[in-house]
């Protein structure tokens, strides 16, 4: 913090999803319960706990709605009911965080994985997700807009693309709806190596494209990516991003 230029404090993060230390139903289950309260402060419990373990902020809550069974990653949803995974959303979000970020029992929330990665095709996850737009924002957006309005510090952007744009790069969403339209003032983090993964996507001939491609679309850090580590100092000399971006993502 003391020598480098910004003075940016290191941030530890960890996937709190059930639990720390104390363990609790996975979320599919915890959901069942339509309990608000008793979501609340399961989270809160385990963010005292990770806090005191050094955990700053939490790859948590996962608000994808999820209504095909086949998918891996159902396990980790509130479930297939939109109203019920933002009512679930706003609870987790409560709990990590508490009254006060700078409290050392809190622990800063992601609201993951915006949008629509619950409806990957056939299941599979890392699939494309097709839907219309009126599904979009009755079905699988509205989980994420309950964890803004609730204060959530991070949103993560999925894996996939949505009808061929890969989220991690889609301005759209991330930049004009979430940030514009929303007023989403946090931080917004890629998922591991997503911004590197513009590659396998097609939309992206190298990690300077990549770097490029998501820091236009709004995204903050790059985790495990190194695109913009290796990218950003090129597209930086090319005038393909401004220092003022750069300095926006890491204020």
Same mark, same amino acid.
């Given at each position: 913090?003391?020598?480098?230029?910004?003075?940016?404090?290191?941030?530890?993060?960890?996937?709190?999803?059930?639990?720390?230390?104390?363990?609790?139903?996975?979320?599919?289950?915890? =959901?069942?319960?339509?309990?608000?309260?008793?979501?609340?402060?399961?989270?809160?419990?385990?963010?005292?706990?990770?806090?005191?373990?050094?955990? *700053?902020?939490?790859?948590?809550? *996962?608000? &994808?709605?999820?209504?095909?069974?086949?998918?891996?990653?159902?396990?980790?949803?509130?479930?297939?009911?939109?109203?019920?995974?933002?009512? $679930?959303?706003?609870?987790?979000?409560?709990?990590?965080? +508490?009254?006060?970020?700078? #409290?050392?029992? =809190?622990?800063? #929330?992601?609201?993951?994985?915006?949008?629509? $990665?619950?409806?990957?095709?056939?299941?599979? &996850?890392?699939?494309?997700?097709?839907?219309?737009?009126?599904?979009?924002?009755? !079905?699988?957006?509205?989980?994420?807009?309950?964890?803004?309005?609730?204060?959530?510090?991070?949103? *993560?952007?999925?894996?996939?693309?949505?009808?061929? !744009?890969?989220?991690?790069?889609?301005?759209?969403?991330?930049?004009?709806?979430?940030?514009?339209?929303?007023?989403?003032?946090?931080?917004?983090?890629?998922?591991?190596?997503? %911004?590197?993964?513009?590659?396998?996507? +097609? %939309?992206?001939? &190298?990690?300077?494209?990549?770097?490029?491609?998501?820091? &236009? #679309?709004?995204?903050?850090?790059?985790?495990?990516?190194?695109?913009?580590?290796?990218?950003?100092?090129?597209?930086?000399?090319?005038?393909? %991003?401004?220092?003022?971006?750069?300095?926006?993502?890491?204020?």
């Amino acid at each position: 913090i003391e020598e480098s230029r910004l003075g940016i404090p290191l941030l530890f993060a960890a996937d709190v999803i059930h639990g720390h230390r104390t363990m609790f139903p996975i979320p599919l289950a915890e =959901a069942a319960a339509v309990d608000p309260d008793l979501w609340e402060r399961t989270a809160r419990a385990s963010a005292v706990e990770a806090a005191a373990d050094g955990v *700053m902020f939490n790859f948590a809550p *996962m608000v &994808d709605v999820a209504r095909d069974p086949r998918w891996g990653r159902i396990a980790e949803s509130p479930g297939e009911d939109p109203w019920l995974c933002a009512r $679930y959303a706003e609870a987790k979000v409560r709990g990590f965080q +508490g009254d006060d970020l700078a #409290a050392p029992t =809190a622990m800063a #929330a992601t609201a993951k994985h915006l949008a629509g $990665y619950g409806a990957a095709l056939a299941g599979r &996850d890392y699939a494309s997700s097709e839907m219309s737009e009126l599904t979009l924002h009755e !079905v699988y957006l509205p989980p994420f807009k309950a964890a803004v309005d609730a204060g959530c510090a991070l949103i *993560m952007p999925a894996f996939q693309d949505l009808g061929g !744009v890969p989220l991690t790069a889609h301005a759209g969403i991330l930049r004009d709806l979430v940030r514009g339209r929303w007023g989403f003032d946090g931080v917004i983090v890629s998922d591991y190596n997503a %911004v590197g993964e513009l590659l396998a996507h +097609g %939309v992206a001939a &190298d990690l300077e494209d990549a770097a490029v491609l998501a820091l &236009d #679309a709004g995204v903050d850090i790059d985790l495990m990516g190194n695109a913009y580590a290796q990218g950003l100092p090129g597209a930086l000399e090319k005038g393909r %991003v401004t220092m003022a971006q750069i300095d926006t993502a890491v204020r």
